[in-house]
Every structure is written in structure tokens, then in C-alpha cells.
């Protein structure tokens, strides 16, 4: 099967929309997309997202991180190809939504912290792909969580841009019991549901994530399924061994399983029955691998991020064991996602 050409949007010749084309595209490669439309639903989820916490900057930060590593891929010559399928947005997008979520969007030099973090990310990405490239390992969000990392670990020492929202440093501690306890009702089983996959970008909100799975479905309706699934698999999960009840409410136990079951059951490997389970289990490791980084990260004050995604991503598609990678000429659509990213 010969791979499909990249649609672009109409009038793409122009310079100008050939960049919110790309933009665009760069959103949607969080999900593994390569799709415009699929990034106009994220970011009508993450702007819903943020009018309805009151948090606009977000959404904002959003817009200027995605524009600003599109532009810095520019600049440095980037592959052409790789970036128009939107390969050097998608760090810098999630870079853009974590400042002003965990720094606040008060002061004038919290943006420019952003400018300067989001620039990062797409040479931190090139950094990591090249230096993953000899094992077939995609970089995927490593490069956002290693360079966020840095930031708000850095804030602290610049009252300019110190932490607004970050957790308190404490020692490592076991769970309370009592928080593991909730009346699991439809409504809550429901809003977790969307709330794993609207968390991909730091959002707290059902329909924004009802709106990201519609995104991913415009542009590939087994990504979509997969997201719905491993975002119901990691929830029953997290339940089941008794994790922050509140926490899985609010989905922070099921954003990185969403990544993986993505990741690991539609496009690093090709797809089949075995891949699919292959996924599954994928998905369940990344709840447990969610539970540890939230302790190893506890005496730094800083969130996990995708770390747990990227983790099990790196440890499920590096063996490949009999599970074949991608072919390049398999399914277009997952071709122009992360898997190209040693490019």
C-alpha cells in the first residue's frame, strides 16, 4: 500500500497559511495526528478548557508555544518535511500550556520564559531524536517534560517567574487510605473518562476532552478508540489498587495510559490482535509507572508530566520482540506521526 499524500489546507501556497497549517499540524502531533482539523479541535478544547477555569493565559500559551518552536524549526533549517507534518509543535505547544499553568501569566517576563522554553524544546527534541535515532526509539513529548522540568525547577530561583501552582516539596509517603475511597458513580466514572484524555494538555475538563476525542477521530478513528479504551482501562486500573481517589476523578492516573495505548497500539507497531493486547498491558504498566514517578517527583515539587508515558513507550517499543514496527508505507496517516520523529 502506497502512502498517501499530505493534505493540506485550501490556499496552502500561502505563506501564511501554510504556517497556521503547520501550527496546526503540530498540535494534532500530540496525539500522534498529522491532521489540521484534528488540531483545531485541540485547541477549541483547550481554549473551552481554560474560559471555563478562568485560566485564558493557558490557551494563550498554547497558541505562542506551538507558533514560537514552528518558527524556531525555521530558523534552524529543520527538516522540511518533518516540519510540515507539524513534528517540531508538538513539544513546544505543551511547553506553552505548562508555564503559565504552573507559573501563572501575571508578569510580562513569564512570557518571555515561555519564548525562551519553547525555542528549547524543539532543540532539546532534535538533541534527543538524534541521540535515539540508532536505537528506533521516537523522542515523542521526552524533550517537553525534560525542558518543563528545567523551568520550574529554575522559577524558584527567579522571583520574576517563581511557582504559582506547583505542589510543596515533602518526603516520600504512603497513600492515606481514606483517599482511596470515592462513591463511584456514572458521573464520575464519566468525567474521569474525559478528564484522562483533556489532562494530555494540562486541562481539567470533560467536554474539552470529549472535544480532543472527536479531534482524533477526524483524523483516524482507531486512535480515537484507543484513547476512549486506554483511558477506560487505566481508570478501572487505578481504581482497583486503590489509588487518590480525588486524583483519579481529575484524571491525572489516566493521561500518560492515553498516550501509550495510543502510542504502542496504532503507531509504533503495526496493528493486529496481539499488538492490540500488547497495548493493553502497555497501558496497565503505565498506571503503575504513573504511581511511582508521582513519589520519585514528590521531594522536587514538580509534576510528572508524560514522563510515564514516555518511559513505557520507550521500554514496550524498543524490543519489538515479533511485534513488527511500522512499515513506512503503512497507513499514511500514522506514518506522519511520531514515528518520524529521528528525522
Keep these: ?124 527534541m532534535l538533541a534527543a531524536s538524534r541521540a535515539l535515532e540508532r536505537y528506533g526509539v521516537a523522542a515523542s513529548t521526552g524533550p517537553f517534560v525534560i525542558t518543563t522540568w528545567i523551568l520550574m525547577l529554575a522559577a524558584s530561583s527567579f522571583a520574576q517567574v517563581s511557582p504559582v501552582s506547583l505542589a510543596m516539596p515533602v518526603l516520600p509517603h504512603a497513600i492515606d487510605g481514606a483517599v482511596a ?44 478508540l484507543f484513547a476512549v479504551v486506554g483511558s477506560a482501562v487505566a481508570m478501572a486500573i487505578a481504581l482497583l489498587f486503590g489509588a487518590d481517589a480525588h486524583a483519579i476523578a481529575n484524571g491525572l492516573y489516566g493521561f500518560s495510559p492515553v498516550l501509550t495505548a495510543i502510542g504502542v497500539g496504532c503507531v509504533f507497531l503495526r496493528p493486529s490482535w496481539k499488538v492490540t493486547l500488547y497495548a493493553l498491558f502497555a497501558t496497565v504498566v503505565t498506571v503503575i509507572v504513573q504511581g511511582g514517578m508521582n513519589i520519585l517527583v514528590e521531594p522536587f515539587g514538580i509534576p510528572t508530566l508524560t514522563m510515564p508515558f514516555v518511559l513505557t513507550m520507550w521500554l514496550f517499543t524498543f524490543p519489538k520482540m515479533d511485534l513488527q514496527p511500522r512499515s513506512p508505507h503503512d497507513n499514511a496517516a500514522m506514518d506522519d506521526g511520531q514515528a518520524a520523529l529521528s528525522t
Excluded at 68 to 88: I, N, P, Q, W, Y
Excluded at 193 to 212: C, D, E, T
Design 181 to 224: 475511597h470515592a462513591t463511584i458513580t456514572p458521573l464520575f466514572l464519566l468525567q474521569a473518562l474525559f478528564r484522562n484524555i483533556s489532562q494530555v494538555f494540562l486541562v481539567n475538563n470533560a467536554i474539552a476532552g470529549l472535544l480532543f476525542v472527536i479531534g482524533i477521530a477526524a483524523s483516524s478513528i482507531r486512535a480515537a
Design 1 to 124: 500500500m502506497t502512502a498517501e499524500p499530505t493534505r493540506h489546507l485550501p490556499f496552502a501556497d500561502n505563506a501564511a497559511v501554510r504556517f497556521v497549517d503547520t501550527c496546526l499540524r503540530g498540535a494534532s502531533q500530540v496525539f500522534f495526528q498529522n491532521n489540521p482539523i484534528t488540531g483545531l479541535f485541540l485547541l477549541a478544547g483547550i481554549f473551552w478548557g481554560s474560559a471555563t477555569a478562568g485560566t485564558i493565559p493557558v490557551a494563550i500559551g498554547a497558541v505562542l508555544g506551538v507558533m514560537v518552536g514552528t518558527l524556531a524549526a525555521m530558523l534552524l533549517g529543520s527538516d522540511e518535511t518533518a516540519l510540515r507534518k507539524g513534528m517540531f509543535g508538538f513539544n513546544p505547544i505543551l511547553v506553552g500550556i505548562a508555564v503559565p499553568t504552573f507559573l501563572g501569566g501575571q508578569h510580562p517576563l513569564v512570557w518571555l520564559y515561555l519564548v525562551i522554553g519553547a525555542a528549547a524544546a524543539h532543540v532539546v
